[in-house]
T-cell receptor
Protein backbone atom coordinates (compact mmCIF):
# COMPACT_ATOMS: atom_id res chain seq x y z
CA UNK A 1 0.00 0.00 0.00
CA UNK A 2 1.30 3.42 -0.99
CA UNK A 3 1.74 5.46 2.15
CA UNK A 4 3.62 8.00 4.21
CA UNK A 5 4.51 6.72 7.67
CA UNK A 6 5.22 9.03 10.57
CA UNK A 7 6.43 8.08 14.01
CA UNK A 8 5.58 8.58 16.76
CA UNK A 9 1.88 9.46 16.58
CA UNK A 10 1.96 11.13 19.99
CA UNK A 11 4.87 12.60 21.89
CA UNK A 12 5.12 14.52 25.13
CA UNK A 13 8.52 15.94 25.95
CA UNK A 14 10.20 18.56 28.09
CA UNK A 15 11.68 21.85 27.00
CA UNK A 16 15.18 21.49 25.62
CA UNK A 17 15.23 17.72 25.12
CA UNK A 18 16.20 16.93 21.54
CA UNK A 19 13.76 14.84 19.56
CA UNK A 20 13.31 13.43 16.08
CA UNK A 21 10.08 12.70 14.26
CA UNK A 22 10.56 10.20 11.47
CA UNK A 23 8.86 10.20 8.09
CA UNK A 24 9.14 7.51 5.44
CA UNK A 25 7.40 7.05 2.09
CA UNK A 26 7.28 4.01 -0.19
CA UNK A 27 6.21 5.70 -3.43
CA UNK A 28 9.65 6.74 -4.70
CA UNK A 29 8.57 10.37 -4.52
CA UNK A 30 11.17 13.04 -5.07
CA UNK A 31 9.42 15.71 -3.04
CA UNK A 32 8.85 15.61 0.72
CA UNK A 33 7.69 18.27 3.11
CA UNK A 34 6.87 18.97 6.75
CA UNK A 35 3.93 21.04 7.96
CA UNK A 36 2.61 22.09 11.30
CA UNK A 37 -1.06 22.63 11.89
CA UNK A 38 -2.36 24.98 14.55
CA UNK A 39 -5.93 26.12 15.22
CA UNK A 40 -6.84 29.17 13.15
CA UNK A 41 -3.52 29.14 11.29
CA UNK A 42 -4.08 26.25 8.91
CA UNK A 43 -1.10 24.37 7.51
CA UNK A 44 2.27 26.08 7.63
CA UNK A 45 5.24 24.63 5.82
CA UNK A 46 8.37 24.08 7.91
CA UNK A 47 10.88 22.57 5.47
CA UNK A 48 10.76 20.78 2.17
CA UNK A 49 13.05 18.68 0.04
CA UNK A 50 13.06 18.40 -3.73
CA UNK A 51 15.32 15.36 -3.73
CA UNK A 52 18.14 13.62 -1.85
CA UNK A 53 20.51 16.10 -0.20
CA UNK A 54 18.35 19.03 -1.37
CA UNK A 55 16.40 20.78 1.38
CA UNK A 56 15.00 24.27 1.77
CA UNK A 57 13.16 26.39 4.32
CA UNK A 58 9.45 26.80 4.26
CA UNK A 59 7.46 29.51 5.99
CA UNK A 60 8.26 28.64 9.62
CA UNK A 61 11.68 26.92 9.78
CA UNK A 62 12.96 28.44 13.04
CA UNK A 63 13.72 25.83 15.67
CA UNK A 64 13.67 22.90 13.24
CA UNK A 65 16.18 20.92 11.20
CA UNK A 66 15.75 18.30 8.51
CA UNK A 67 17.91 15.96 6.51
CA UNK A 68 17.40 13.96 3.32
CA UNK A 69 20.08 11.32 3.09
CA UNK A 70 17.84 8.78 1.40
CA UNK A 71 14.95 9.31 -0.95
CA UNK A 72 12.41 7.55 1.25
CA UNK A 73 13.19 9.26 4.59
CA UNK A 74 12.81 12.84 5.73
CA UNK A 75 13.18 13.19 9.52
CA UNK A 76 12.25 16.36 11.39
CA UNK A 77 14.62 17.30 14.20
CA UNK A 78 13.91 19.63 17.09
CA UNK A 79 17.28 20.31 18.70
CA UNK A 80 15.88 22.21 21.68
CA UNK A 81 12.08 22.05 21.71
CA UNK A 82 10.10 24.86 23.27
CA UNK A 83 6.42 25.04 24.29
CA UNK A 84 5.55 27.13 21.20
CA UNK A 85 6.41 24.07 19.11
CA UNK A 86 3.50 22.20 20.60
CA UNK A 87 1.50 21.37 17.51
CA UNK A 88 0.21 18.72 15.12
CA UNK A 89 2.85 17.85 12.53
CA UNK A 90 2.31 16.31 9.11
CA UNK A 91 4.76 14.91 6.64
CA UNK A 92 3.81 14.77 2.95
CA UNK A 93 5.34 13.48 -0.26
CA UNK A 94 4.65 13.85 -3.96
CA UNK A 95 6.06 13.87 -7.44
CA UNK A 96 6.74 17.57 -8.01
CA UNK A 97 5.33 17.83 -11.50
CA UNK A 98 2.32 19.21 -13.25
CA UNK A 99 -0.46 16.68 -13.52
CA UNK A 100 0.59 14.93 -10.35
CA UNK A 101 -1.84 13.51 -7.86
CA UNK A 102 -0.83 16.09 -5.30
CA UNK A 103 0.44 15.21 -1.87
CA UNK A 104 0.12 12.04 0.17
CA UNK A 105 0.08 12.89 3.85
CA UNK A 106 1.17 10.94 6.89
CA UNK A 107 -1.16 10.35 9.84
CA UNK A 108 0.32 13.17 11.85
CA UNK A 109 2.38 13.51 15.03
CA UNK A 110 0.85 15.34 17.96
CA UNK A 111 3.70 16.92 19.89
CA UNK A 112 3.37 18.48 23.32
CA UNK A 113 6.34 20.34 24.82
CA UNK A 114 6.03 21.10 28.53
CA UNK B 1 0.63 37.86 -0.83
CA UNK B 2 -1.81 35.07 -0.21
CA UNK B 3 -2.07 33.00 -3.34
CA UNK B 4 -4.90 30.78 -2.19
CA UNK B 5 -7.75 32.40 -0.31
CA UNK B 6 -10.52 30.63 1.52
CA UNK B 7 -12.60 33.50 2.86
CA UNK B 8 -14.65 31.49 5.36
CA UNK B 9 -12.99 29.97 8.42
CA UNK B 10 -16.23 28.30 9.44
CA UNK B 11 -19.30 27.37 7.46
CA UNK B 12 -22.39 25.87 9.08
CA UNK B 13 -25.22 24.39 7.06
CA UNK B 14 -28.19 22.19 7.82
CA UNK B 15 -28.30 18.60 6.67
CA UNK B 16 -29.78 18.42 3.19
CA UNK B 17 -28.91 22.02 2.34
CA UNK B 18 -26.53 22.91 -0.49
CA UNK B 19 -22.91 23.56 0.35
CA UNK B 20 -20.43 25.87 -1.32
CA UNK B 21 -16.90 26.23 0.02
CA UNK B 22 -15.15 29.13 -1.63
CA UNK B 23 -11.61 29.19 -2.95
CA UNK B 24 -9.92 31.96 -4.92
CA UNK B 25 -6.40 31.84 -6.25
CA UNK B 26 -3.78 34.15 -7.65
CA UNK B 27 -1.43 32.63 -10.23
CA UNK B 28 0.04 33.93 -13.44
CA UNK B 29 0.41 30.56 -15.12
CA UNK B 30 -2.06 27.82 -15.94
CA UNK B 31 -3.33 26.69 -12.54
CA UNK B 32 -3.69 23.21 -11.15
CA UNK B 33 -6.01 23.09 -8.18
CA UNK B 34 -6.94 20.53 -5.55
CA UNK B 35 -9.31 20.12 -2.66
CA UNK B 36 -8.19 18.21 0.42
CA UNK B 37 -10.38 17.06 3.30
CA UNK B 38 -9.39 16.40 6.90
CA UNK B 39 -11.81 14.55 9.18
CA UNK B 40 -11.52 15.17 12.91
CA UNK B 41 -7.76 15.90 13.01
CA UNK B 42 -6.89 12.88 10.89
CA UNK B 43 -4.54 13.04 7.94
CA UNK B 44 -5.38 15.24 5.00
CA UNK B 45 -6.78 13.27 2.08
CA UNK B 46 -7.10 14.30 -1.51
CA UNK B 47 -10.75 14.93 -2.31
CA UNK B 48 -10.53 15.97 -5.93
CA UNK B 49 -8.34 17.54 -8.61
CA UNK B 50 -9.65 20.01 -11.14
CA UNK B 51 -7.93 18.23 -14.05
CA UNK B 52 -9.88 15.05 -13.29
CA UNK B 53 -13.25 16.79 -13.48
CA UNK B 54 -14.64 14.08 -11.22
CA UNK B 55 -17.26 13.97 -8.50
CA UNK B 56 -16.16 12.47 -5.21
CA UNK B 57 -18.62 11.84 -2.34
CA UNK B 58 -21.07 14.07 -4.19
CA UNK B 59 -18.66 17.02 -4.28
CA UNK B 60 -17.70 18.84 -7.46
CA UNK B 61 -15.48 21.81 -8.18
CA UNK B 62 -15.19 23.78 -11.38
CA UNK B 63 -12.22 25.91 -12.25
CA UNK B 64 -13.35 29.39 -13.29
CA UNK B 65 -10.35 31.15 -14.75
CA UNK B 66 -12.23 34.39 -15.30
CA UNK B 67 -13.08 34.66 -11.62
CA UNK B 68 -9.91 32.81 -10.53
CA UNK B 69 -12.02 30.54 -8.39
CA UNK B 70 -12.30 26.84 -7.61
CA UNK B 71 -15.32 26.59 -5.34
CA UNK B 72 -16.30 23.22 -3.88
CA UNK B 73 -20.00 22.36 -4.10
CA UNK B 74 -22.39 19.69 -2.97
CA UNK B 75 -26.13 19.86 -3.55
CA UNK B 76 -27.20 18.13 -0.31
CA UNK B 77 -24.96 18.20 2.76
CA UNK B 78 -24.62 15.10 4.96
CA UNK B 79 -23.51 14.96 8.57
CA UNK B 80 -20.44 12.95 7.57
CA UNK B 81 -19.28 15.89 5.44
CA UNK B 82 -18.35 17.78 8.61
CA UNK B 83 -14.60 18.30 8.30
CA UNK B 84 -11.84 20.78 7.47
CA UNK B 85 -11.46 21.50 3.79
CA UNK B 86 -8.32 22.90 2.22
CA UNK B 87 -7.95 24.31 -1.25
CA UNK B 88 -4.46 23.99 -2.77
CA UNK B 89 -2.67 25.37 -5.81
CA UNK B 90 0.15 23.52 -7.56
CA UNK B 91 2.71 26.22 -8.23
CA UNK B 92 5.85 26.29 -10.28
CA UNK B 93 8.61 26.73 -7.69
CA UNK B 94 11.34 27.03 -10.29
CA UNK B 95 13.28 24.75 -12.65
CA UNK B 96 10.12 22.86 -13.54
CA UNK B 97 9.36 21.70 -10.01
CA UNK B 98 5.97 22.24 -8.48
CA UNK B 99 4.75 22.62 -4.92
CA UNK B 100 1.33 22.86 -3.38
CA UNK B 101 0.32 26.10 -1.67
CA UNK B 102 -2.58 25.65 0.73
CA UNK B 103 -5.31 28.00 1.77
CA UNK B 104 -5.99 28.40 5.48
CA UNK B 105 -8.91 26.01 5.38
CA UNK B 106 -12.65 26.13 6.00
CA UNK B 107 -14.30 24.12 8.73
CA UNK B 108 -17.62 22.75 7.52
CA UNK B 109 -20.16 21.89 10.17
CA UNK B 110 -23.33 20.10 9.07
CA UNK B 111 -26.15 20.54 11.55
CA UNK B 112 -28.48 17.55 11.90
Amino acid sequence: EAQVTQNPRYLITVTGKKLTVTCSQNMNHEYMSWYRQDPGLGLRQIYYSMNVEVTDKGDVPEGYKVSRKEKRNFPLILESPSPNQTSLYFCASSSPFRGSYGYTFGSGTRLTVV
Amino acid sequence: AQRVTQPEKLLSVFKGAPVELKCNYSYSGSPELFWYVQYSRQRLQLLLRHISRESIKGFTADLNKGETSFHLKKPFAQEEDSAMYYCALNEDSGAGSYQLTFGKGTKLSVIP
